[in-house]
């Protein structure tokens, strides 16, 4: 499994599986174009991957002292208003693809995630904060509102009081605070961010990958459903298990007492 060569990210993939993708577009990371396009990039690799011998699991952090302080305003001064008409869905449904794609996705806060760089976090299935980092949803104060899915995500990840507070003041937040309303999953001393990412996402790696996949999508395809619907597609979800080689291996290394050995198949 060879990574692409795609600009403004660096991509490295481990035994286990776990590919950290590493945003490094200077001096703050800001989400121009050629990031976006980028992105859209990873995403389209990451979607064509096969289960077997494919990525378990996707680190997406960042390099400098910013994970990404959001839109690029230089280049946002240079559209006009159907260039930003444009734009705004092209970055959301890059955030979109980013959200659905098949493995779960670990978002690595070192620095400021500000507007955009908050949305993309919000995109990504865990998010884990490092102590120094502060984060928020300022679109507001430059009188635009959230459009690449934070009005949107965040509520469903912290109810709509808190996301109202954090998006109607334009208030940023340290990674504590950020903690304490749910906003991230976990927050780690200053440096600490990737091996934490690795350590979660190693936990998720040792299991069946096509279980994985399914869960996810099954937890993500019934969240705003009926509870009737919601199980529906959840069983639909788990016929998707039950002709895996996986299924049976978990089952032959029970009997055997012996850690089972997942090939995605």
């Not at 060879?2 to 403004?8: A, C, K, L, Q, T």
């Not at 200077?26 to 121009?32: D, H, I, S």
């Not at 969240?223 to 788990?238: N, Q, S, T, V």
């Amino acid at each position: 499994m060879n990574p692409p060569r795609i600009e403004h990210l660096s991509i490295e993939i481990t035994a286990s599986g776990i590919v950290t993708c590493t945003i490094d577009r200077p001096p703050v990371n800001a989400l121009g174009r050629s990031l976006v396009t980028s992105l859209g990039r990873l995403c389209e690799w990451l979607e064509s991957v096969p289960v077997e011998g494919g990525p378990r699991a996707v680190i997406l952090a960042a390099s400098g002292k910013c994970f990404c302080a959001g839109a690029d305003l230089k280049e946002r001064q240079t559209m006009s208003a159907d260039d930003v008409k444009a734009w705004v869905p092209f970055l959301s449904g890059t955030f979109t693809r980013i959200a659905a794609l098949p493995m779960p996705t670990v978002a690595v806060v070192q620095g400021v995630a500000a507007g955009g760089g908050m949305e993309l976090a919000l995109a990504c299935d865990f998010r884990i904060a490092e102590e120094p980092a502060k984060l928020g949803l300022r679109e507001t104060a430059l009188a635009i509102i959230p459009g690449a899915g934070g009005t949107q995500r965040l509520p469903r990840l912290i109810g709509p009081s808190r996301a109202k507070r954090w998006i109607l003041t334009a208030g940023m937040h340290t990674a504590a605070e950020a903690l304490a309303d749910g906003a991230v999953d976990r927050v780690v001393a200053a440096g600490g961010g990737i091996e934490a990412a690795l350590d979660l996402a190693g936990a998720v790696a040792a299991n069946g990958p096509v279980a994985i996949r399914l869960a996810k999508r099954a937890i993500d395809g019934g969240f705003d459903a009926p509870i009737e619907a919601g199980l529906e597609h959840e069983r639909r979800c788990y016929e998707g298990v039950l002709p895996t080689e996986d299924r049976l291996e978990a089952l032959k290394a029970f009997v055997e007492k012996r850690a089972p050995v997942f090939k995605g198949r």
